[in-house]
């Protein structure tokens, strides 16, 4: 059974994560890509956002494996309610 919503413990370390532009979330990565931060969706997704982008406020989500576009939000509560967290 897939999961509806993240837990608000993740939905919050992914708002201040974000928010911060916290460096090791977007250094870090558990693939060795180094694309950016990891995000994992609902529906098992993974993509991330790179650190230019979030400097920006620009929350492109791109797809891990392709680099194509999965969606552009207008913020970073857009994208959890979409069903994105912060791979942790």
Not at 4 to 11: D, I, L
Request: glycine share 6%; aromatic share 12%.
């Amino acid at each position: 059974m897939a999961r509806s919503e993240w837990s608000a413990e993740q939905k919050e370390r992914t708002r201040d994560t974000l928010e911060r532009v916290d460096v090791v979330a977007f250094s870090f990565d558990p693939f060795g890509k180094k694309k950016g931060c990891t995000l994992n969706h609902l529906d098992g997704r993974y993509g991330y956002i790179t650190l230019n982008d979030a400097l920006s406020d620009n929350w492109r989500i791109l797809d891990y494996q392709s680099d194509e576009l999965f969606g552009v939000y207008d913020s970073i509560e857009h994208l959890i309610v979409d069903g994105w967290k912060v791979s942790t």
